[in-house]
């Protein structure tokens, strides 16, 4: 694991022109921000040594490395979801190359159903905590030496970068919710009763990746911000359709308040 892991960062590192510091993983429907990019290079997943390939519709899958918010920075446009099939491994296999690159800081976005009463569709959510629902743990197996084998999770989510999103959002006059994601398998989108269960276990939005990629992320000393697009809502009175077209739409409208913030806390961070 650890050979193939090297091996990869290895075949990115004779290849790449600059020295990021900071990576991006661009969720559903957050593709503009990769148009944001400037001086760019990329390079398919499929070309890449060892690196699984995207298949959901909406996901592209490569990785692009150039320059945002006057910073060197990488990004996932696209990133693996457990309920394609892949193993946890899989799934956090890039955080694992991210680390091996020099990577000190990931900004994560994804679509996420709310549960929140006081949330409404296209809200942005900080993360401040998540809760870990997936079947199996990313970690499971013999532990790599880039973290200990009983790892601390008490701040999964940097409390300064935190601040400094809520400072941008002010200026800014950008809505900025917190809450704690709840990190389900999927792919079936949650029932009302489900929806009403993660709301008192304590959760405040819900969706199907994330909390992997930052569980690695974190073994590694990788310090994480992220957050999510409120694209439906669960749990209160009436049941309400849920689709992955809507989950899209909704995404796409809250791109520029995401892109904005995702901007300047690179830049300022
Ligand atoms: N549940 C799980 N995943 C999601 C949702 C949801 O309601 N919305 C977007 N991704």
Do not use: C
Not at 39 to 57: A, G, L
Not at 118 to 137: Q, Y
Not at 243 to 259: G, L
């Amino acid at each position: 694991m650890y050979a193939k892991i090297r091996e990869t960062a290895s075949w990115l590192r004779q290849r790449m022109r600059t020295n990021p510091k900071t990576a991006i993983i661009l969720g559903t429907g957050l593709g503009q921000l990769a148009s944001e990019i400037t001086d760019t290079y990329e390079f398919s997943y499929k070309d890449i040594p060892n690196f699984p390939v995207s298949t959901v519709e909406g996901h592209d899958g490569k990785l692009i490395f150039g320059k945002l918010g006057g910073k060197d920075i990488m990004a996932m446009k696209g990133r693996f979801h457990f309920y394609e099939g892949y193993s946890m491994k899989e799934v956090t296999f890039p955080e694992r190359v991210m680390h091996e690159l020099g990577i000190e800081t990931l900004f994560v976005s994804n679509a996420a159903g709310g549960m929140n009463p006081n949330f409404s569709i296209g809200d942005l959510m900080v993360i401040t905590d998540h809760i870990n629902f997936f079947p199996e743990h990313p970690l499971h197996g013999p532990n790599l030496p880039t973290g200990p084998r009983f790892p601390d999770m008490h701040q999964p989510y940097d409390k300064k970068l935190v601040e400094l999103a809520d400072g941008i959002a002010k200026e800014k006059g950008i809505k900025l919710q917190h809450g704690v994601y709840v990190g389900v398998q999927g792919p079936t989108f949650e029932t009302p009763a489900e929806y009403r269960m993660f709301h008192i276990l304590g959760g405040d939005a819900v969706g199907m990746s994330t909390v992997p990629e930052v569980i690695v992320a974190r073994h590694t000393g990788i310090k994480v911000f992220g957050v999510s697009i409120i694209t439906d809502l669960g749990g209160f009175d009436v049941p309400v359709e849920v689709s992955h077209e809507e989950v899209q739409e909704a995404a796409n409208a809250a791109q520029p308040k995401m892109t904005e913030i995702m901007r300047e806390m690179i830049s300022r961070s």
